[in-house]
């Protein structure tokens, strides 16, 4: 059975796929997202989940007769992540059970000669695939299916399948240029993620708090606006630097250290956007008190400046945040509240994902550090929990907007696979 998005439109699985066209003798690109959190001192990888992920899929291909080459990105062109993936194939190998050769090339002539001497059964895993500068850039997915990317891999293979759910909100060729040219269906990962968000479009999944934390500002600020827009949202707890920001928006003097830092992050010109939410009725909630640094761990209220560096939301909040979460039908976590890489600055995080995951709520946890919070405690498998490969992807997607990735598979569904396409109760949507 094809999994159905909220407006009804098939994605074929690899069930499907299979039924249609038939895996064993076929070659297959799989789209993967095992871009993971890497040591810049040694190349170490410091989470492993996502390839663990992966590694489901991979083997249910390879067993089923395909010969696989696998694709995925690591970090950005001049980043301390952006690396090789020959270490990531040892890992995929280890999960799978499956022997991965990596070739350190993606479209060059080493990669295609692999690719076509490839034998069923195989599994081959190209090399980061943004060193290819055309995966950088952000285009329309006919454009996409014309790129050199597209154009040198696709004649090699049979079909696509995209398990990269982490990256369906990216326009790049490697996850909208191949459905529009070979038969694509949906990987597992994607699958699970897929049905995991259809539980709660109901409106029994109100209400609906979101607890929003983390480094990635300006994603969250967007993600914001169009859960505010969709009316998807019924309460937003901040935390970490998204906090401090609409704190510094509602007029609260954060301490000029802090402000000194966003400035330094470049987020302060995030202000007035941060304001107009709050002006147009974001139910946002800020912390009432903080764990900063002076010359040692120091708890303080929000009263008046905030002394010393912001670090964690402090015990008040923590509790006020605590109960706020208690009527709740899904809660939705991404990001941590505190620089959790010191351990004096954990607890905040520890205490909200423990709380969540112990109400009688829906729990989706946006990856990450979160997801290794969840498994420390000895939680990361309760049964109303949710840990998504997907961040950014998981929160665009909550909120109803059109992701590059999925459109592209949509339109991969009407070319490749009319019947389903036809069957759908909104085929135009």
Do not use: W
């Not at 109100?206 to 480094?215: M, N, Y």
């Amino acid at each position: 059975m094809p999994c159905r998005l909220r407006d009804a439109t098939p994605l074929p699985n690899i069930d499907d796929l299979d039924s249609k066209y038939g895996i064993r003798g076929s070659k297959i690109i799989l789209r993967i997202d095992i871009n993971s959190p890497i040591k810049p001192e040694t190349g170490e990888i410091l989470d492993d989940s996502r390839i663990k992920a992966h590694a489901v899929t991979i083997k249910e291909l390879v067993e089923r007769g395909a010969g696989l080459v696998i694709l995925s990105h690591q970090g950005r062109p001049g980043g301390d992540d952006f690396v090789s993936l020959e270490k990531h194939a040892e890992l995929l190998s280890k999960y799978s059970g499956v022997d991965i050769e990596f070739i350190d090339d993606v479209i060059g002539p080493a990669a295609r000669e692999k690719i076509s001497k490839l034998k069923p059964g195989e599994a081959l895993l190209l090399d980061n695939t943004r060193i290819i500068s055309e995966e950088i850039i952000e285009a329309k997915p006919e454009r996409h299916a014309k790129s050199m990317f597209v154009q040198r891999l696709a004649p090699l293979v049979d079909y696509y399948v995209n398990d990269a759910f982490a990256t369906i909100h990216r326009s790049q060729p490697s996850i909208v240029g191949f459905p529009l040219v070979i038969p694509s269906a949906i990987g597992r990962v994607m699958e699970k993620e897929v049905k995991a968000i259809s539980r709660i479009y109901s409106e029994e999944s109100r209400p609906r708090v979101f607890v929003l934390g983390g480094g990635k500002v300006h994603d969250t600020l967007r993600i914001l606006e169009h859960l505010h827009a969709n009316n998807a949202v019924d309460r937003v707890l901040a935390t970490g630097l998204v906090a401090e920001l609409f704190m510094l928006a509602k007029g609260i003097d954060i301490g000029e250290k802090n402000k000194a830092f966003l400035e330094y992050k470049g987020l302060t010109s995030l202000i007035p956007r941060a304001r107009r939410l709050l002006l147009r009725g974001l139910p946002l909630e800020t912390p009432v008190d903080f764990v900063t640094t002076i010359d040692d761990r120091v708890e303080v209220e929000v009263v008046g400046r905030i002394k010393g560096l912001i670090r964690d939301i402090g015990p008040q909040t923590i509790k006020m945040y605590t109960e706020m979460m208690k009527e709740a039908q899904l809660l939705v976590l991404r990001g941590p509240a505190g620089v959790i890489e010191d351990p004096r600055f954990k607890e905040g995080s520890k205490a909200l994902v423990s709380a969540a995951i112990k109400s009688n709520a829906f729990v989706i946890i946006g990856g990450g550090h979160l997801n290794l919070i969840a498994s420390e405690l000895g939680l990361a498998d309760s049964p109303n929990l949710h840990i998504s490969t997907g961040g950014g992807a998981l929160l665009l997607f909550l909120a109803g907007e059109k992701l590059p990735g999925i459109e592209a598979l949509k339109a991969s569904v009407e070319k490749f696979f009319p019947e389903l396409y036809k069957s759908s109760p909104n085929p135009n949507n």
